[in-house]
Nanobody, 127 residues
């Protein structure tokens, strides 16, 4: 069982930066692939970024590639999302998610693969 708590959301002007953090409970955090997803009002939850258990493999949605960076610290049980050059269309509730992969170099962009979700943190980008 893994519990996830996101933090770091807020209001920022277009072109600015925010860093989201997800703190995970559980001793087996390092064996989980982690993902960030977002959901804007009236839209489906969409994939943003994912990282495998070691942090060595990452994958990004086309819309954020080159602007966002996902990273993890297995010693601290955290996964972060550094968001730069933010745009108004990045406005959404951002969710952290986890799925056990047993130390395989696997990550997922499909939200249906994930077993655990945080409560979300709001990111608002003003124009």
């Amino acid at each position: 069982q893994v519990q996830l708590v996101e933090s770091g959301g807020g209001l920022v002007q277009a072109g600015g930066s925010l860093r989201l953090s997800c703190a995970a409970s559980g001793r087996t955090f390092s064996s989980y692939a982690m993902g960030w997803f977002r959901q804007a009002p009236g839209k489906e939850r969409e994939f943003v970024a994912t990282v495998n258990w070691s942090g060595g493999n990452t994958y990004y949605a086309h819309s954020v590639k080159g602007r966002f960076t996902i990273s993890r610290d297995n010693a601290k049980n955290t996964v972060d999302l550094q968001m730069n050059s933010l745009k108004p269309e990045d406005t959404a509730v951002y969710y952290c998610a986890a799925v056990s992969t047993g130390y395989l170099s696997t990550y997922y962009a499909d939200r249906r693969k994930y077993d655990y979700w945080g409560q979300g943190t709001q990111v608002t980008v003003s124009s």
